[in-house]
């Protein structure tokens, strides 16, 4: 069996479809791209795809991540490209490597964003930036299945920075007013800190409310490196495998099984 990891994204309008909708949509692809698909047992086989750590509905995203289990080999480039031409525009398959070693979902333990504040001044945005990383914790509210859930929001927080450049691919908002870019770097914890809860600590700690909601893109999920304050590819400990000619996850368990 034969194990691929992908990368895909959610962009422009495409950013407001569930995970559920992405979901559909992939395996529509995967028949229509005839994929060997591996499938569970039991009364209702399903593809064995893994979703790892989706970005919530309504943001965009260049780094979302998932693995499928296949039947027969295939090259991972030119699968890529069959599945990208049978998914819609905006959900775009733009990476895939063969699985070679384990724990990938362990392996995205951060994420860096980016926030258009649109009717934000720069200034005022970095005036918010400061108060926020001055302080030593940040309360904020966020309704849960249990009821209203209070947490701190700064601690998960490896950097914050404002400035007025974007750095993702544009939002479909106009450009001729003012407006704030903050580059988010946030450790995912448990409880999740999301963007909207980093917003909401903003305004919490300096009264910065954006007159529209703000565009946020996930540019990158990966392992945060704590001397860097960088977060690296996940997929790179794959490509660098596949060079030095390590088994894949499926060779390396077939050596494992008994005889």
Known sequence: MQRIRLRYTKRGRLRFTSHRDFQRAFERALRRAEVPMA???????????????????????????????????????????????SMPIGLDIVDAVEARTSGLADRLTASVWELRLDGVAPEDAERAVAAFNAAESVEVQRMAKNGMRTFDARSAVASLEASSETIGPQADRPTDQACAILRLVVRHVTPAVRPDDVLSGLRAVADLAPPVAAAVTRLAQGLFDEETGTVTDPLAPDREAAVTGNPTVAEAAAAKAPA
């Open 39 to 85: 499938y569970s047992a039991g009364f209702t086989p399903h593809p064995k795809v893994s979703y790892a750590n989706a970005a919530p509905t309504g943001t965009g995203s260049e780094a979302e991540y998932l693995e499928i289990a296949l039947t027969a080999e295939r090259d991972p480039d030119k699968l890529r490209e069959l599945l990208d031409e």
